[in-house]
């Protein structure tokens, strides 16, 4: 049997609270997931984890907003304006043998 291929749904980061508990804290969509270490999970098969999820609050302007975006300065010396085409101008007129 080949394994399927994996599809990654999200990603959790580790943190600790105040209390000094650890948790793992991530985002799928607009929803927030919290996975807690489950002590009163039977423990025949290993460790168990309990995972929750609430809304995702929401965002403030400053995280809506896109980045500001720095241009870079150039040492090299301007390009030259484009040329106008006049209308009366047909642009590519060239015959194309086919």
């Known amino acids: 049997m ?11 980061r580790e943190r600790t609270s105040a209390s000094g508990t650890r948790y793992m804290t991530g985002l799928l969509g607009d929803a927030r997931l919290l996975l807690f ?3 009163d999970a039977d423990n025949e ?3 168990g984890w309990a995972l ?8 403030t302007e400053s995280a809506i907003a896109p980045p500001v ?3 870079r300065v150039s040492k090299r010396a301007p390009r ?9 101008r ?9």
Do not use: Q, Y
């Not at 080949?2 to 959790?12: D, F, H, I, M």
């Not at 030259?80 to 009366?88: Q, R, T």
């Not at 047909?90 to 086919?98: A, G, I």
């Open 69 to 71: 975006r720095h241009r």
């Open 90 to 98: 047909v642009p590519f007129d060239d015959p194309v043998p086919l």
């Open 37 to 39: 270490r489950d002590e």
């Open 52 to 59: 929750l999820i609430e809304e995702r609050a929401p965002r």
């Open 45 to 47: 098969w290993g460790e």
């Open 80 to 88: 030259p304006a484009a040329e106008a085409v006049s209308a009366d």
């Open 2 to 12: 080949t394994a399927a291929p994996k599809v990654r749904l999200a990603t959790l």
